[in-house]
Structure formats: structure tokens, C-alpha cells
């Protein structure tokens, strides 16, 4: 698949990891969602409406969303209509499959320019969402796997209204070894971004992460305000940015689903980095971003470390919350 790179399980995006990291950094994912699964399924002799229902309300709680549940139970109702399905035990391996097939077909829209597709040339990335979702501290990240790619980055404090968020990009950018481009408060995020790629052309920079406002309950003022920063960056470098990344805290469950349809109609999105997938039993929303958006998931971020991102690989995923 265009855009993806596949990793042994429990393999992080920047190497080789111990045995079953993912499987230990998802537990509570796979204690609300698989365990019960199990509860339910345990004992019975046969798939019944009240053992359909049961299983509904589960992946319902567990973030997937209705639609997304519903599909899953219909299919499941299906094969049992049709006679492919008769025993409870088999439920769980026919859901894993179901949930994998989703995941893979929103994946296979991806362009992404993963490692494999490095081209040698300047990329503009530009981070999106709410505060609060781990923006900044994902934008460390990335900068810290792309550069032990031996790939040269620069961060772009595009954020000019909260002095803050400035100051935390400069203390990552000094962690991680990447040059930081920032301006006075109050300044135009888009001119901060023009002269930021203007300096990453002479300085023959890979990557730009351009870290951006996320003030969603002045939704229209933002969006404006990134939709400039867009026109600008395209006038300063041919089809930047090249991606718009959109940042998604997993704990929020389907609130994250609402987030990225704000930000996917307003500006467009090419990807989703989901955070604190460790930190939630709602890993489920993974699957219900993926059926309702239909937008690739490029990494998740599973600890606060600035090794706990990885590549998101949808079997991956799904084998260690049904391990």
C-alpha cells in the first residue's frame, strides 16, 4: 500500500521494540472492549438476538460509534441469517477481521510521505486541532523520528496568540535538536509561516512542522486564520502545505470524531494523528474515525515519551486489543 510502512508487531516508528509494546500500551482498550467480548460470548451455545445486543452495547461504549456498530452487527447478522455463522466463539475472529477491512480501506487512500517516500525535497506539514490534544508535544515527536531518519527539520510556532505555546515548542525544538522559527506575540501566523519556509529553502531543511492555534470556540476566526496560513504557504512553496495533519485526543472518544469533521470540511485534512491511546479504554474511536471520515491514520502516539510513536498499521492495531 502506497504511503504505509509495515512493522512487526509491537514495532515502534523509530525501531525495533520489546516484545508486545503496542499489546501492553493498548490494555485498557482491550480490557473495554475485547474482555468483555469475551464475558459475553463465554458459555453460550448459540447466537441469539440477546447475545447480538450485548455485543452492541459494547462497541458502542467503546467509542466505535452507531454507524460503525451498526454495520458490524448487521454483518454479523448476516452470516448468522445465512448459515456462515452458528458458534459463539467464532464471533470475536469474524469482528477482527470486520474492524480490519474497515481500517485498511480508509488507510488505502493514503499518500502520505512516509519514510519509504522520501523525495528529497522540502515538505510542509501543518498540525491542526484543539488545545489541549498533545499538538505540540506530537509535533516533538515527529521531528525526533524524522530526524533519526536523517532527515533535517525545523518547527514553526505558528501559534501567536498564547505566548505559551510559542515557549513549549522552543523547549522541545532545544530537546530534539530542531531549529524553532517564532515571531512576537500577537504576530500574523501566515507571515510567520512565509518567512519560516523562505529560511527552510536556503537552509535545505527536509520537513517543516508548522504548529498552528487551536481555539475551536472561535471556530470561524481559526479556520479563516488556517485557511490563510495555506493560501500564504502555497505562494512561498509550490503545494504547501503538502500535508494538513490533524491532531485527535483518543480520551475525548466521539468528541474526536466532531473535531475532525469540523476541521475536514473547513480546511481539508489529510491525516490523523491520534494521541493517549494508552491513557483510554476508547481506542474503538480508531475504527469510527476510519468509517466515518474515511481520512488515513498516519501515527498514533501511545505515552508521553518522545519514543511512543508509532506508524499506524491497521492489523496491528487490532491484533493487540484482541490479543
Known amino acids: 500500500m502506497e504511503g504505509k510502512v509495515l512493522l512487526d508487531k509491537g514495532e515502534p516508528a523509530h525501531g525495533k521494540a520489546l516484545p508486545g509494546r503496542l499489546w501492553d500500551k493498548l490494555s485498557k482498550t482491550r480490557r473495554g472492549l475485547t474482555d468483555r467480548i469475551n464475558t459475553v460470548i463465554t458459555g453460550k451455545k448459540a447466537i441469539d438476538p440477546s447475545l447480538l445486543e450485548d455485543l452492541e452495547e459494547i462497541l458502542l461504549t467503546s467509542d466505535i460509534g452507531v454507524e460503525t456498530t451498526g454495520q458490524l452487527i448487521e ?9 456462515f455463522l452458528d ?3 467464532q464471533v470475536k475472529a469474524i469482528l477482527k ?31 491542526v486541532g484543539v488545545n489541549g490534544v ?13 530526524q533519526s531518519q536523517g532527515q533535517k527539520v525545523m518547527l514553526v510556532a505558528a501559534d501567536t496568540f ?5 515557549e513549549q515548542l522552543r523547549i522541545w525544538g532545544d530537546r530534539v535538536g530542531a531549529e524553532v522559527i517564532s515571531q512576537k506575540r500577537g504576530a500574523d501566523p501566515a507571515a510567520v509561516v512565509f518567512d519560516a519556509l523562505s529560511a527552510a529553502k536556503a537552509r535545505k531543511i527536509d520537513k517543516i512542522f508548522i504548529d498552528t492555534a487551536g481555539r475551536l470556540h472561535t471556530k470561524s476566526n481559526l479556520m ?8 500564504v504557504a502555497g505562494q512561498q512553496l509550490a503545494g504547501a502545505p503538502h ?52 481520512i488515513p491514520i498516519s501515527f498514533i502516539c501511545t505515552g508521553e515519551g518522545l519514543e511512543d510513536l508509532e506508524i499506524f ?3 496491528e492495531f487490532v491484533e493487540a486489543i484482541f490479543a
Open 224 to 231: 479563516e486564520e488556517l485557511k490563510k496560513i495555506q493560501r
Open 243 to 294: 500535508q494538513v495533519t490533524l491532531v485527535l485526543d483518543a480520551t475525548t472518544g466521539q468528541n474526536a470524531i466532531a473535531q475532525a469533521q469540523v476541521f475536514a470540511q473547513s480546511i481539508g485534512v489529510t491525516d490523523i494523528i491520534l494521541t493517549k491511546l494508552d491513557g483510554t479504554a476508547k481506542g474503538g474511536v480508531v475504527i469510527g474515525i476510519s468509517r466515518k471520515l474515511g
Open 134 to 146: 498533545g499538538k505540540t508535544t506530537t509535533i516533538a515527536k515527529m521531528a525526533h523520528y524524522y
Open 313 to 315: 498499521d491497521p492489523r
Open 75 to 83: 454483518g454479523l447478522q448476516e452470516r448468522v441469517d445465512q448459515k
Open 162 to 166: 498564547r505566548a505559551a505555546a510559542t
Open 97 to 127: 477481521e470486520e474492524m480490519i477491512s474497515l481500517l485498511e480501506a480508509s488507510q488505502g487512500l493514503s499518500t502520505l510521505n512516509l519514510p519509504e517516500k522520501f523525495s528529497g525535497t522540502l515538505d510542509a506539514i501543518m498540525f
Open 87 to 89: 458458534k459463539p466463539e
